[in-house]
């Protein structure tokens, strides 16, 4: 039986994983199925690894209805290590050797900025006073000779998410989804370059999926590092070097997780429950309760509406004793 202390965990990321999810692990973590030996000291060249890698990247596929002109690789160095990844891989598709952002937030400066070292950067709207709206898709300035536009689909920090994907004219279109990856369904041929690290709502630290479309790999430049060449990368089926296995493996038990619980469209209706719950008592309490700074509460997919509830309660309370 289960009797084991749990908190509720609202944590950024790493972040609450299925109970399940736990149990499971905990299950097979000396013996997998039967082999006698723990997926953490499994050879990644083994047969047994490569059905886990397998069976993983298939749910992604599934969850997504990933089109087949798509690669699915699973990379260490996290979201910041796609900052770099991205312009490397990509930024050789024009001569301009230019790309177009959408600054947002904290991690789409922070992915402009480290472009910066490889690429000619354009901000695609004038500089924002502070991060609390999407500026207008129709101001923004998009440069024909850019090689990509990039923009980050929640914005972690400063709360702000994208409820559509940009019309980007046919340009190549790169999303960071660390933060709501498999939050809701996505249309994945509107993008080249789709990554998350697993951490939030799909696993545990140290893999980040990259979704890249086919004709987008081997435009690497030639300083990139192997390890982060998608086209390496992808025909080595993300073997080129040691993956990180044991990620890899908890992703695919959350992935089996979210397809048991209704899959995509299940998680983003889930999802706007539980922030409902929230933002209902923000909204309600005159500004005793605003938006920006104070505590952070994540509700990631593996945080339950029971977790929510208690939240919201504590608010309420909280809210009743301290309102002037
Ligand atoms: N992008 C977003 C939207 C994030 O929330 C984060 C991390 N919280 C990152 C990128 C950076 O990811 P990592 O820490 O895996 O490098």
């Known amino acids: 039986m289960d009797t ?123 500089k924002l006073e502070r991060y609390t709206k999407i500026p207008d898709p129709n101001t923004w300035n998009l440069n024909p000779d850019a090689s990509y536009v990039y923009y980050c689909a929640n914005e972690t920090v400063h709360g702000v998410e994208f409820n559509f994907v940009p019309d980007v004219k046919g340009a190549v279109l790169v999303c960071d989804m660390s933060s709501n990856f498999l939050s809701k369904p996505v249309d994945v ?53 040691t993956p990180p296995c044991f990620s890899i493996y908890v992703m695919g038990l959350v992935l089996e997780w979210i397809k048991n619980n209704g899959g995509a469209t299940a998680m983003e209706e889930l999802s706007l429950i539980k922030s409902k719950m929230i933002y209902d008592i923000i909204d309600e309490s005159q500004g005793f309760y605003v938006s920006v700074g104070g505590i952070r509460a994540s509700l990631y997919n593996a945080v339950t509406t029971e977790d929510v509830q208690k939240l919201a309660a504590f608010m309420k309370t909280f809210m009743e004793t301290y309102q002037l």
């Open 4 to 126: 084991l202390r749990q908190v509720v965990n609202f944590g950024p990321g790493p972040a609450k994983l299925p109970r399940s999810v736990l149990l499971e692990v905990q299950k097979e973590l000396l013996d997998y199925k039967g082999l006698g030996i723990s997926v953490l000291e499994m050879s990644h060249r083994s047969p047994d690894f490569a059905k886990i890698i397998k069976t993983t990247e298939s749910l992604v596929r599934e969850l997504l209805n990933i089109p087949d002109n798509y690669k699915v690789i699973f990379l260490q160095g996290g979201g910041s290590g796609q900052f770099s990844a991205i312009p490397l891989n990509l930024i050789g598709l024009k001569e301009a050797r230019c790309a177009d952002y959408v600054v947002t937030g904290a991690w789409s400066a922070k992915a402009a900025e480290e472009a910066r070292k490889f690429a000619t950067v354009n901000i695609v709207h004038p």
């Open 189 to 241: 041929s509107k993008f080249g370059v789709i990554f998350a690290g697993a951490q939030k709502n799909i696993g545990s630290a140290g893999v980040t999926v990259v979704i890249v479309r086919e004709d987008l790999l081997g435009f690497a430049l030639k300083e990139c590092p192997s390890v982060l060449d998608y086209k390496v990368q992808a025909g080595n089926n993300s073997l080129y070097n």
